[in-house]
Structure formats: C-alpha cells, structure tokens
C-alpha cells in the first residue's frame, strides 16, 4: 500500500510544535483493517493505547467495531468519543474502579484468577468475562516490548492453569507480538493452541491481542486472513477478536519542529523546539531513529548537525542527521510516522509545551483539533 503525504503543501501554516494527522492516509489504513475483517470474520478493534485522537474517532468508528481499553479512564474515553464496543484489559482492577469499569465494558478481561475470584460475582451477567492467556511463545524484537519474555506479568500461564475456575468465562485473551508479521502470529497461535486448546471449544470468542502489523507495506495480509478463517472454522465461527495499536496510525502524520538554535561544540547542533524524552519517547525507550524528510545519515549529506530537545536532560537528543544544505534558525523539520504511540505518551517534562494536535484534512484544509498551554503543566503538578 503505497501512502503519499501531503504534508508539505501546508507546512507555512504548522504553528510547531504540532502532531498532524493526514486524513486521507488515516483513511487508508482503516480501509485495509475493514477489509480484513470482513474477509476474515474477525472484529478489529482500534487500541487506544496507540492511538487515541479524539477529533477523528469519526472516521475510526466508519471503519472499526470498537475500542480495546487498558483500564477505567480508556474505557471512559471510548464511551465519550467512540460508539463501537468496548474491550477492557488490565493487569489489575482497583476496587475503586471496578463497577464502573464494568459498566462500560462489553468485554472484560482478568489477567489472574485472583482477580477473576475476586470480581467475577459483580461481573458475571453484566459482561462478557474472559482471561489473558500467556503462550510463552513471541518473537518479539526488543525485550521491553515482550509480552512473553522471561518473568512476565501479563497473563496466566499453562503452568498456572486452574481449569476448575472457568465457570462464568467466556472468552481468552493473549498478546505476543510486537509491529510484527503474519508468520509470526502463526508461530503464537501454535504455541496457544498446544497450550490451551483443550479450552477454546468452550469459549465464545478469542481475543489474538495487538502487535500485528497489517498496514505495512510488506505485512501479508492474504496470510493473516487464512489464519483467521482456519482457526474460526477449527472451532466452529468462534469470534475473533484484533487490536491492532500500530497498525491503526502507521504512517499517518508527522510531529513538525522548529529550528530554535544552532551551537557549535565540536559538531553543529540544532535545538527544536520538540524533545525526544516528552514528545517521543520511545526513540529513547526502544531506542530507534525517528526518519525525518528529507535528512540522511551521517556522511550521506553535506552538512552534519545533531538534534536536540529543549529540556535539561543531557540525553534529550533525536540523533545525528545529514542534510543537503546547511539548517537555519526558523527552519521546519518533519519527523515522519510520529501519529501512533506519541500523543499518548507524551509529558510535559521541564514544562515543555505539549504540541498541538491537528488534521490535514482530504479535501486540503489544515485544522487544529486540540491546543495546550501551561493549564496543562499546573494542573499535572
């Protein structure tokens, strides 16, 4: 699927910093995601952990069934701004949020039988209740980002299996991948299968959990639909549920900067007016390099400058890029596919303005949907 950004045909009129959402490319990836899901029998369901842009859950709601949440205040997002389902999962409920949370979830997911002991009487009738399962099986690339990996936290495995406390659960839930592809997935439901196959006749859905990459160029989507299918008629139309994060907003927006500065210390430096540890975390989590238009790696282009954030961290650095010709104060700067991950993570560390969020829209006019200040710092502090 080739997407073609827009972007630069309003870059005058970005006050950075901003997060712009392309609509026509937000579009496309949830054409893809309808299309699986009615070749495939599956419900897809957007993950708000990944993305949460309430000025477009319009258009996510033409396309998608629902919401997976992680807890009370997700779920309370997806019921003010979605009209779809609303899947819930946490590692653990607090009693003090356990009614509401219940509430508004259509599905409700325990991630121990603890919990499930312990809420499944005011749970059972009023939702449709079911387990996180852990397969042990994930190829996950980074260690951070493994459901599966050594020690985890999130879900019961076969070891810890109780079969004689699944009266009042409906459904099973495992999440092992990570922006990764069918041939993984296929690999997961193996081990899921070995593992908890015995159960799945009694369910009536299974949840396949997020991570799948479906909206990249090279993801095969052919295969991940015969999965599906195999697996649906295997258990007689069981439904299948996916939360897809990533794949929802992959490539669908930039975060736009501004040169501040430039300073010389033994190589140019350029400081914007956005920060890697507030406004993109994850290029220091994972750690990747975030792609910027137009800019190379170092020794590919002319003029070498690192990137630096606005914060007193010393590590708040984007990289070191290579462009074609030498950077100016007041210059703009594209960071690419910063719509999915950020919005949601970001902080407002050392009092750094939060960007703007806002939408470029099909028909060619850019809207701001969402601006914030210091309100934001103050009310956090």
């Known amino acids: 699927m080739v997407k073609i950004s827009k972007i630069e045909t309003i870059i005058k009129q970005i006050h950075t910093p901003a997060y712009v959402c392309e609509e026509a490319l937000l579009e496309a990836n949830l054409k893809l995601l309808k299309e699986v899901s009615e070749r495939s029998g599956a419900t897809v369901l957007l993950a708000l952990k990944g993305f949460a842009f309430k000025a477009l859950a319009p258009l996510v709601d033409t396309y998608l069934s629902g919401c ?13 701004y979605f009209k779809g389902t609303i899947h819930t999962y946490s590692p653990a409920y607090k009693e003090e949020d356990i009614d509401e949370v219940i509430a508004l979830s259509d599905h409700l997911i325990f991630n121990s039988f603890n919990q499930w002991e312990k809420y499944k009487a005011k749970a059972v009738g009023k939702t ?16 951070l980002y493994n459901p599966c990996g050594l020690y985890s936290r999130l879900g019961i495995t076969k070891e810890n299996m109780q079969n004689d406390k699944l009266e009042g659960i409906e459904g099973l839930h495992f999440h092992a991948l990570c922006e990764q592809d069918a041939s993984a997935l296929e690999a997961v439901l193996e081990g899921f299968e070995a593992r908890f196959g015995d159960l799945i006749p009694q369910m009536k859905w299974v949840n396949f959990g997020g991570g799948h990459h479906i909206t990249r160029e090279d993801y095969d989507v052919e295969k991940l639909i015969r999965l599906i299918k ?5 258990y007689n139309s069981i439904n299948v549920y996916l939360e897809p994060g990533e794949a929802v907003g992959w490539q669908t927006g930039p975060l736009v900067a501004s040169v501040l500065d430039i300073v010389h210390n033994g190589i140019d430096i350029a400081i914007l007016d956005i920060s890697a540890e507030a406004h993109m975390p994850d290029t220091l989590a994972m750690p990747y390099r975030a792609a910027i238009r137009r800019a190379g790696e170092v020794g590919e282009k002319p003029y070498l400058y690192r990137l630096g954030g606005p914060t007193c961290l010393a590590g708040d650095i984007m990289g070191d890029y290579s462009f074609d010709a030498p950077l100016k104060i007041g210059d703009k700067l594209i960071f690419e596919d910063m719509i999915h991950y950020t919005i949601v993570k970001n902080t407002t560390f050392n009092g750094v303005k939060l960007p703007d969020l806002a939408v470029l829209h099909k028909d060619g006019r850019y809207e701001v949907t969402s601006q914030f200040g210091y309100d934001e710092y103050k009310r956090r502090n």
């Open 230 to 234: 195999d697996f649906r008629a295997k």
């Open 68 to 80: 997976t949440c992680s807890g009370l205040h997700e779920a309370k997002f997806a019921k003010e």
């Open 128 to 143: 449709s209740c079911g387990l996180r399962l852990n397969p042990e099986v994930s190829s996950s690339p980074v260690d």
